[in-house]
């Protein structure tokens, strides 16, 4: 386990999988993830790589050449080797090897750069082409906040503040593959509030929204956290049946449609990286 640590914040990243694990707010006295409880999830944020969410059969084709991977990808199962910059700032480093070519035919580097800036925790993915040809993948976050986080409150208390969205519409999950049906949520104030029954049929998986700050916030205090993101095409919006927590899941790549052909080359939000070239996106979270 690494810990990085500042006069407000404590972070707490696990080698497997290089997840996260603990967001401690020294002012607040607030732990604001998820404490991974097994009796509901017991995983804290995984990441998501080389694919987001499931494959229809767990299979894909590649040049005519079929590979099988399961929900999510492998990274989050494997360890990660930890270059720790300073007290604030480590890497984490995951490439290519035997294992992983049987079922992802590409070259690679995968790097977390986990920074805390005074109350800001902020992961940079870099995914690095180490092969000759055009490399495909997909990756996504998957970080689950405790909800409630205080003791004074209790799960519905709590809603979503999006900075640029008035309605949303998202698409429905069929044995964890996107459906073609679609439903729209009115939000009132840019708000939704939160309620277990949101994910009883799985994940909200949006292709359309217009956000790139969403905050967790409560009506009994002045306690939260700013969600930030940019360049995520994607966002899953998801919690296990009757959890204390809620997932904010900014993404590149989304779930097989129930009517995808499984080549890869054809996935949608696939992004296909040059060789030799480098591509990066960030999020951060803010907590008060």
């Not at 005074?118 to 870099?126: A, E, F, G, N």
Request: glycine share 4%; charged share 25%; aromatic share 14%.
């Amino acid at each position: 386990m690494i810990t990085l640590e500042n006069d407000f914040l404590k972070v707490n990243i696990a080698a497997k999988g290089a997840e996260l694990q603990g967001l401690y707010s020294k002012e607040t006295e607030i732990e604001y993830l998820w404490s991974g409880d097994a009796k509901y999830w017991a995983k804290h944020s995984p990441v998501l790589f080389p694919i987001v969410g499931s494959l229809k059969n767990d299979s894909y084709s590649y040049k005519d050449k079929s590979y099988q991977l399961p929900r999510h990808g492998f990274a989050r199962d494997n360890d990660f080797t930890a270059a720790q910059i300073s007290k604030t700032e480590v890497v984490f480093t995951l490439s290519d090897t035997a294992e992983t070519l049987k079922v992802f035919p590409f070259p690679f580097e995968l790097n977390l750069n986990y920074q805390i800036i005074d109350r800001k925790l902020s992961l940079t993915y870099s995914v690095i082409n180490k092969g000759s040809k055009k490399m495909l993948f997909s990756l996504g976050a998957h970080p689950a906040f405790a909800v409630p986080n205080t003791p004074e409150t209790v799960y519905e208390d709590y809603y979503l503040a999006f900075n640029d969205d008035e309605r949303l519409t998202y698409w429905k999950l069929q044995d964890g593959l996107v459906a073609d049906e679609t439903e729209t949520i009115e939000l009132s104030g840019h708000k939704l509030n939160l309620k277990h029954e949101l994910f009883y049929n799985d994940a909200l998986v949006f292709k359309t929204m217009q956000s790139n700050c969403i905050s967790l916030l409560n009506t009994k205090n002045d306690f939260g956290l700013h969600f930030h993101f940019d360049d995520f095409p994607f966002f899953g919006i998801w919690a296990a049946k009757d959890a204390p927590f809620v997932c904010l899941e900014p993404w590149c790549g989304v779930a097989d449609s129930v009517n995808h052909n499984q080549k890869f080359n054809n996935k949608e939000g696939v992004v296909k990286l040059d060789a030799g070239k480098t591509w990066q996106r960030c999020w951060e979270v803010e907590c008060f």
